[in-house]
């Protein structure tokens, strides 16, 4: 079904929200998620459920939201349906995937998400941080600095001018993620989920940047930066002010993460399980420069994170891998590359009628119980 189906259920959305707190990670809690992958694969257990997009005869799991002893069951479910319909199933994931349900698998590295993982150790001191501290000094010699967090609906002058900013970011760019207009659009009526936080830089009153962060899972205490939109009159050095402002924000809230986000293009190992075909085609993008976000990549090191290895995963064998180049503008460009699922789907009145055990009847947090510990744990992205 539908993620807006599902979540905005008086009875079963209570459950998916008590799971979607407890255990979404980057490719989950970020905005994008709805446009990205609008499809929820549920288990036939309840206790999680994959996040997809489809287009024609590929299948793309973009994030799994659930225990991580789970994943292997509803992966394996996913996989037989794909089977019997004929789809080629994708998953993007943070461990490479050997096999789903017994069946091999091959994890081809597709890019890289970086972590500030200690945020109180977190220090400006040191020769690794001096590049750091040079755009910090530039930027706060522009004038007079400030970063404020905006909430959304307060006040109808500011939500204009970060459309502006907005604006100004797109009418810099050839091709813009149709989320970003939907995050617009959200701003500007007041209604953007309220998890979702807005952080402003302004110099001597100017609006300069804009940066949205939304909550990880539970369990990590910390944000994923989700987006960020900047003019191109920006002073060298502010967003860089901003990101070290919300760390200390962040920091005195007693938060101990935050997620830099994800970078896709960039290869920063090899993988003894990839799929040859799919690692030589990433290989000759990466040489062409066509599928390369190295700048960002760097950018994002100057803060010294962790940088961990998103995987692309399919079954072995599978054949031909120029279906990579539609998987990439199944990120890139939705809107374009998305075939309504709704063939699959099933109706609302049906899945009521199913066992949702004693989650809906007595509360939400029963369905986030993790059960003892069994098997290899796998965590998709």
Not at 131 to 140: E, G, P
Not at 262 to 281: F, H, M, Q, V, W
């Amino acid at each position: 079904m539908l993620q807006k189906d599902l979540l905005g259920h008086p009875l079963i959305g209570p459950w998916a929200e008590a799971l979607f707190d407890a255990h979404k990670n980057e490719g989950a809690a970020s905005r994008g998620i709805a446009e990205i992958a609008p499809n929820l694969f549920v288990g036939s257990e309840r206790r999680g459920y994959l996040h997809y997009n489809r287009y024609r005869k590929i299948v793309l799991v973009y994030a799994y939201t659930g225990p991580d002893e789970y994943f292997d069951a509803v992966a394996g479910e996913l996989l037989a349906h794909c089977e019997a319909k004929g789809y080629q199933l994708h998953f993007l994931s943070h461990l490479p995937i050997a096999s789903v349900a017994g069946v091999p698998f091959t994890a081809t590295p597709f890019g890289v998400v970086q972590r500030i993982n200690d945020l109180p150790g977190f220090s400006l001191e040191g020769g690794p941080m001096h590049r750091l501290r040079n755009q910090l000094s530039a930027f706060r010699k522009s004038g007079a600095c400030t970063l404020e967090e905006y909430v959304c609906g307060s006040d109808s002058a500011v939500a204009q001018d970060i459309a502006r900013v907005i604006d100004e970011w797109c009418a810099g760019r050839t091709k813009v993620n149709p989320l970003v207009r939907t995050a617009r659009q959200e701003i500007l009526d007041g209604t953007l989920h309220p998890r979702h936080r807005l952080f402003l830089t302004r110099v001597d009153g100017v609006l300069q940047n804009v940066v949205l962060i939304s909550p990880l899972r539970t369990s990590d205490n910390g944000y994923l930066m989700d987006l960020e939109f900047y003019g191109p009159h920006m002073p060298r050095g502010g967003l860089e002010f901003a990101i070290v402002g919300i760390i200390e924000r962040l920091r005195a809230e007693g938060r101990t993460l935050l997620s830099l986000g994800g970078t896709y293009g960039c290869r920063i190992e090899r993988s003894p399980n990839a799929d040859p075909g799919i690692d030589k085609l990433l290989d000759d993008l990466h040489a062409q420069g066509i599928f390369n976000d190295q700048g960002n990549f760097q950018f994002k090191n100057k803060f010294r994170p962790h940088a961990q290895t998103i995987f692309l995963c399919r079954k072995a064998e599978s054949g031909s891998a120029d279906s990579v180049i539609d998987i990439i503008m199944m990120i890139a460009d939705p809107s374009r590359t998305q075939t309504a699922d709704t063939e699959n789907h099933t109706a609302i009145e049906v899945a009521l009628a199913m066992p949702w055990g004693d989650a809906v009847v007595r509360s939400p947090v029963d369905a986030v119980a993790l059960p003892p510990d069994g098997g290899e744990k796998k965590k998709c992205h």
